[in-house]
């Protein structure tokens, strides 16, 4: 490994994984063509690792004009990426996502995430909004970008702010939409408590911290082991109820409390506490707040988190995340074994 410094689905691949192929984005660096026959010795793909602020780790991003011929970056490609990556600075990295330019109106990338997870797997049917933003500006136009997430089918508009440099990303879908409620109502008891169970961005969980015991921001925040097992069982009610298994990264889940200083929210991610608030996290809890019966209180400024405030706004037309921010650390090569045997 060296340290320097419109996509399309064609249907689903195996591992449950969307195939993506196409053009790559305009000024990526190119791959040698022959690279992939030589058979000696697997080709190189040059690679960006972007932090998006709030994250709670990089993101690897691949630019699929970088992918050998015959790529599909299933399990075992990614599992060898992975080993690749050991012994690096990034050898924890458990965020993967690959873009490229879209060749249908209306979009200007087509992006797919994966995560890895704790057990050495991939869950290839969750969304990262913060990975989404790392393609965005490993992409490296400043100017709006709309970007087709094929994973969970949203289009998110990336608009840098003037004032600060930032994005607002806006996804583009009303949050009365059909399906934002999977199960059709507002609310649903799990484990004996009343949770709000919404799709938007990702599968999200919501539930009021003072079912939890917990009746402040201070003390939600301060929450330790036993109310993250209690929120890990009732995600587990939730998973199944959405068809989902429970080792599996979805759906999320987060406790919110509300008070004099507006709403607090704590969630959980793959492997502990959410260091802030995942960018789909924030979309769905606005998108919560905005439906009629949920168990989220409307909105009224910005969300606090244990990380600090996350700006977020919705309307009929969609919801958006403000003021966020992924810079370049690196630019890496690392090879890539096409059906490596894990």
């Not at 925040?221 to 599996?248: I, K, M």
């Amino acid at each position: 490994m060296r340290h320097d410094a419109g996509t399309d689905t064609a249907g689903p691949a195996r591992d449950g994984a969307p195939r993506l192929s196409g053009a790559p984005a305009p000024g990526a660096p190119r791959r040698n063509p022959d690279t992939a026959s030589r058979g000696a010795a697997p080709p190189v793909v040059a690679a960006v690792v972007v932090r998006a602020e709030d994250a709670p780790g990089p993101t690897l991003v691949v630019e699929l004009g970088q992918l050998p011929d015959g790529a599909l970056a299933l399990r075992e490609e990614l599992g060898a990426l992975r080993r690749a990556l050991a012994g690096t600075p990034y050898a924890r990295l458990n965020k993967f996502a690959l873009y490229g330019s879209s060749t249908r109106p209306g979009r200007d990338l087509d992006y797919r995430f994966v995560q890895a997870l704790p057990d050495g797997g991939f869950d290839f049917r969750t969304g990262c909004g913060h990975s989404l933003l790392a393609c965005v500006v490993a992409y490296g136009r400043r100017g709006p970008v709309t970007v087709h997430a094929v994973t969970t089918g949203d289009l998110v508009r990336c608009t840098p702010e003037a004032a600060s440099g930032a994005y607002s990303l806006r996804f583009l879908r009303p949050p009365d939409t059909p399906g934002t409620l999977p199960t059709g109502r507002p609310v649903d008891v799990l484990g004996g408590l009343p949770v709000s169970l919404v799709r938007y961005g990702n599968p999200y969980a919501f539930v009021d911290a003072a079912h939890l015991g917990i009746r402040s921001a201070e003390g939600l925040f301060r929450a330790g082991d036993s109310t993250l097992r209690r929120l890990l069982a009732l995600r587990a009610h939730a998973a199944r109820v959405l068809g989902h298994a429970p080792h599996s990264a979805l759906p999320k889940i987060a406790a919110f409390t509300a008070g004099p200083g507006g709403l607090a929210v704590r969630a959980l991610t793959v492997g502990g506490w959410h260091p802030r608030l995942a960018l789909t996290g924030a979309a769905a809890l606005a998108a919560a707040a905005a439906l009629p019966g949920t168990v989220v209180p409307a909105l009224d400024g910005p969300v606090h988190t244990p990380g600090g405030p996350v700006a977020v706004s919705a309307d009929d037309h969609g919801v958006a995340v403000h003021r966020k921010r992924a810079t370049v650390l690196d630019r890496v090569e690392l090879p890539w074994r096409i059906h490596a045997t894990a």
